[in-house]
């Protein structure tokens, strides 16, 4: 069992920044593939970024160049530093676990409960 925490959302400008952080119980957190989804209003949810237990990280087209993601397994924690955030970043922010590494969301057991981010135009 894994259980997720997200933090750190909020309402920003657009050109913003936010860093929100996920943190994990439990003590195998490092077996994990990590990832960051998003769910807009009348969206599906979608992958925005991914550490996998190797380190590979993985993003979105949308977001590349702005978001960094990165994961401190001492810490049992992920993080995602967005930058330069744009009104179309505006969404609830999970973070979910897995054993195999995805970006289907229907692949990953755990979830946090969810951060909302707003960034205003």
């Known amino acids: 069992q894994v259980q997720l925490v997200e933090s750190g959302g909020g309402l920003v400008q657009a050109g913003g920044s936010l860093r929100l952080s996920c943190a994990a119980s439990?003590?195998?957190?490092?077996?994990?593939?990590m990832a960051w989804f998003r769910q807009a209003p009348g969206k599906e949810r979608e992958f925005v970024s991914g550490v996998r237990r190797s380190g590979t990280i993985n993003y979105t087209d949308s977001v590349k160049g702005r978001f960094t993601s990165s994961r401190d397994n001492a810490e049992n924690t992920v993080y995602l530093q967005m930058n330069s955030l744009k009104p179309e970043d505006t969404a609830v922010y999970y973070c979910?676990?897995?054993?195999?590494?995805?970006?289907?969301?229907?692949?990953?057991?755990?979830w946090g409960q969810g951060t909302q981010v707003t960034v205003s135009s």
């Open positions: 979910a676990a897995a054993l195999v590494w995805s970006r289907d969301p229907a692949e990953y057991d755990y």
């Open positions: 439990g003590r195998t957190f490092s077996k994990y593939a």
